[in-house]
C-alpha cells in the first residue's frame, strides 16, 4: 500500500511528447489517437494516451503515474489496478499488459503501463 497521499501527487508531466512524431516511422509506426489527463478513484494522478501501432495492427491505451509508494509493483499489481478502475479486463484474451519504468520531462519517476488490444 501506498504511504503517500495519492492526490498530493503531480501529474505527469508529457511536455515533451510530440503526437504524430511516429506516423512516418521507418520501424513501428504509430498513430496517436488521443490523449487526457485526470485521476484514478484513490487520488493517483495519471495521463492516458491511445495510439494505434500501424505494423502490428493493434489499439494501445498508455497510462503514466506516478511511481511514489507503488514502486515495487510487479506485472499483476498494475493488471489488479486498472482493472479495479474499470479500465482493464485480464479475462480478456485479446488484450496484453507491459509495465515499465518512465521518467517524465520534469524528472519524476513514473509507471508506463500499456495495454495492447487486437484491432477490431
Same mark, same amino acid.
Given at each position: 500500500?501506498?504511504?503517500?497521499?495519492?492526490?498530493?501527487?503531480?501529474?505527469?508531466? @508529457?511536455?515533451?511528447?510530440?503526437? *504524430?512524431?511516429? @506516423?512516418?516511422?521507418?520501424?513501428?509506426?504509430e498513430l496517436d489517437i488521443g490523449a487526457t489527463e485526470g485521476r484514478f478513484d484513490d487520488g493517483r494522478p495519471m495521463r492516458v494516451?491511445?495510439?494505434?501501432?500501424?505494423?502490428?495492427? %493493434?489499439?494501445?491505451?498508455?497510462w503514466f503515474f506516478p511511481r511514489a509508494g507503488i514502486e515495487h509493483w510487479q506485472h499483476d499489481d498494475h493488471a489488479g489496478y486498472?482493472?479495479?478502475? *474499470? %479500465?482493464?479486463?485480464?479475462?480478456?484474451?485479446?488484450?496484453?499488459?507491459?509495465a515499465s519504468n518512465f521518467v517524465d520531462a520534469s524528472g519524476a519517476p513514473l509507471w508506463r503501463v500499456t495495454?495492447?488490444?487486437?484491432a477490431p
Open positions: 500500500m501506498p504511504t503517500e497521499d495519492p492526490s498530493t501527487l503531480a501529474l505527469p508531466d @508529457r511536455s515533451d511528447h510530440v503526437p *504524430g512524431a511516429r @506516423r512516418h516511422a521507418q520501424f513501428f509506426p494516451e491511445a495510439w494505434y501501432d500501424l505494423d502490428c495492427d %493493434v489499439v494501445c491505451r498508455t486498472l482493472e479495479a478502475h *474499470g %479500465v482493464y479486463a485480464a479475462s480478456d484474451s485479446k488484450s496484453c499488459l507491459e495495454v495492447a488490444t487486437a
